[in-house]
C-alpha cells in the first residue's frame, strides 16, 4: 500500500515559484513511476508532469513545460514538482499519484495511477 501527502502549497503573486512535494510511505515507491494532476475551480483534473521509476524519464503538460520541473529523491520517497514564473491560471488543487505498476501505458491517464494524494492548494494571484 502506498500513501502520499502533499505539501507547500500556497497563495503567491503571479510571476512567483513554489516547490511542491508528496511524501510516499510504502515499501515500492522506487519502483513506481509517479505524476502530478492538478484541478482548478469548475474544471476537470488534469496532467501536469511525469516522472518514471528511475527519474531519467519525464514529461510535461504544454501549459506548463519549460516552467515546471519535476523530481524525486528516493532516498527521502519523495517527489517534488518545482513551479516557476506561475500565472493564474495555474491555480489549482495539485495532486501527487502514484501509478499502479513500474511503468505506464498513457502518462498523462489518471486512470494509469492508483495512488493518490489528498491534494495541496495552488493560488496564483494577478
Known amino acids: 500500500q502506498v500513501q502520499l501527502v502533499e505539501s507547500g502549497g500556497g497563495l503567491v503573486q503571479a510571476g512567483d515559484s513554489l516547490r511542491l512535494s508528496c511524501a510516499a510511505s510504502?515499501?515500492?515507491?522506487?519502483?513506481?513511476?509517479m505524476a502530478w494532476f492538478r484541478q482548478g475551480p469548475g474544471l476537470e483534473r488534469e496532467f501536469v508532469a511525469y516522472?518514471?521509476?528511475?527519474?531519467?524519464?519525464?514529461y510535461f503538460a504544454d501549459s506548463v513545460k519549460g516552467r515546471f520541473t519535476i523530481s524525486r529523491d528516493s532516498t527521502k520517497n519523495t517527489v517534488y514538482l518545482q513551479m516557476n514564473s506561475l500565472k493564474p491560471e495555474d491555480t489549482a488543487v495539485y495532486y501527487c499519484?502514484?501509478?499502479?505498476?513500474?511503468?505506464?501505458?498513457?502518462?498523462?491517464?489518471?486512470?494509469?495511477?492508483?495512488?493518490w494524494g489528498q491534494g495541496t492548494q495552488v493560488t496564483v494571484s494577478s
Open positions: 510504502g515499501p515500492t515507491f522506487s519502483s513506481r513511476a
Open positions: 499519484a502514484a501509478a499502479r505498476a513500474m511503468y505506464v501505458g498513457q502518462f498523462g491517464a489518471a486512470r494509469e495511477y492508483g495512488y
Open positions: 516522472i518514471n521509476w528511475s527519474g531519467t524519464n519525464t
